[in-house]
């Protein structure tokens, strides 16, 4: 991961350029945990893995208008672009996790360059 949000409240993050090397594949952009009211607005994350990954205790958490390579989250999305991607928009989980959910998922307005599997 290369941007860690935790334990926090109300906390906005803008206009921030992320990159991780061609060489990190599995390297997530942001990860959020037991957070509430974040928000990821207009900036760009190009990663090998997650652009985002919430973790558990985390509510209201909110990515629009940011340009990314990889994603793998939950929350609400507007106004994005996914370019040059294996996937495009998904809940992403994993088998160690404790018990969840994900409700009011909004995925709006997104351009999708280049993707081969936009949904899933």
């Known amino acids: 991961m290369l941007v ?6 109300e906390g906005c993050m803008l206009l921030y350029s992320i990159e991780a090397p061609g060489t990190s594949p599995n390297t997530d952009g942001i990860t959020v945990s037991v957070s509430n009211n974040i928000t990821i607005s207009s900036s760009t ?3 090998g893995n997650d652009f985002v990954s919430i973790g558990p205790g985390s509510t209201n958490i909110y990515v629009s208008f ?15 672009t996914i370019n040059g991607t294996m996937n495009g928009v998904r809940v992403n989980t994993w ?11 909004v995925f709006e307005n997104i351009t999708m360059i280049n993707v081969l599997n936009p949904i899933i």
């Open 4 to 9: 860690s949000i935790l334990s926090s409240i």
């Open 45 to 47: 994350i190009g990663v």
């Open 66 to 80: 940011v340009h990314w390579s990889s994603v793998g989250s939950l929350g609400k999305r507007s106004n994005c």
């Open 95 to 105: 088998s160690g996790a404790p018990p969840s959910s994900a409700s009011n998922l």
